[in-house]
């Protein structure tokens, strides 16, 4: 799968900063729940890391990058016109944080 972003109109750092926010809420879920489901291996946890970040791709970015002429609205909203909160880190071209694989003491893979 292309990056999410193809084809699709910039709306300046208020997708960036969005997904970046997203990026850390979701790694520290997966963590969470890394510890409350014990069960969950890597590639449960990679499932629903994956599925959360498809959730936020198609309920919030990709409509952000349909109305870009929204997007100081929607960075006041999301509250993301300021620095990145703690613990977020620069998103990378693969979506999946590798906050699973930590969660479970491993590495995260490529």
Known sequence: MGPPD?????SGPAVELLRRRSDAIIGRE????AGRAR???????????????ELVERLVL????????RAAEVER???VVSAPAPGERPAAGARRSGAAERA???APGP
């Open 30 to 33: 997966i963590t969470r729940l």
């Open 39 to 53: 069960r969950l291996g890597p590639h449960d946890l990679a499932v629903v890391e994956d599925a959360l970040n």
């Open 104 to 106: 479970c003491g491993r």
């Open 62 to 69: 990709a409509r952000l990058r349909a109305v870009p002429h």
């Open 77 to 79: 909203l999301f509250d």
């Open 6 to 10: 193809a084809g699709l109109p910039d």
